[in-house]
């Protein structure tokens, strides 16, 4: 997640609240650290997308808000991301998979490439994919 207005750009707090501020949520955030926030039920829709459409040759499916689960990385587009972040993600991600059907991950850059950036250049999409190699990916 990369909010260039928000004051303390590494607080879970303050970059919630420059989210709301743009009436943009996400179900999930996670620090730096690999603290994990869920900022509102699964079963809600979270307006972590906006205008956007899946990236695949199988599934263009579009309003991508009203199908999925937004998980936001605290930390600028041009930070790498700390181990305790990705390990983190990985948590998430399996510990929702025990409960919800998912079946691929995607990037906000790449379901919304006109308008987001995130995650970025930095962040390192084989390591998650080695971790769910049976789960979709962009190529």
Do not use: H, W
């Given at each position: 997640m990369y909010a260039p207005d928000c004051k303390a750009p590494l607080e879970v707090s303050a970059c919630h609240e420059t989210l709301i501020q743009h009436h943009v949520s996400a179900h999930y955030y996670i620090t730096p650290a690999g603290e994990i926030y869920q900022s509102i039920p699964d079963t809600l829709r979270a307006w972590h997308a906006g205008k956007?459409?899946?990236?695949?040759?199988?599934?263009?499916?579009?309003?991508?808000?009203?199908?999925?689960?937004?998980?936001?990385?605290?930390?600028?587009?041009?930070?790498?991301f700390p181990d305790a972040q990705y390990e983190a993600l990985i948590f998430l991600t399996q510990t929702l998979r025990n409960v919800h059907p998912i079946s691929s991950i995607v990037g906000h850059d790449?379901?919304?490439?006109?308008?987001?950036?995130?995650?970025?250049s930095q962040f390192n999409w084989k390591r998650v994919q080695d971790r769910f190699k049976e789960l979709t990916f962009l190529k």
């Open positions: 956007s459409r899946m990236p695949f040759a199988q599934d263009t499916r579009e309003a991508v808000n009203d199908f999925s689960i937004g998980i936001e990385l605290i930390g600028g587009s041009l930070d790498p790449q379901i919304a490439p006109d308008r987001k950036t995130d995650p970025g």
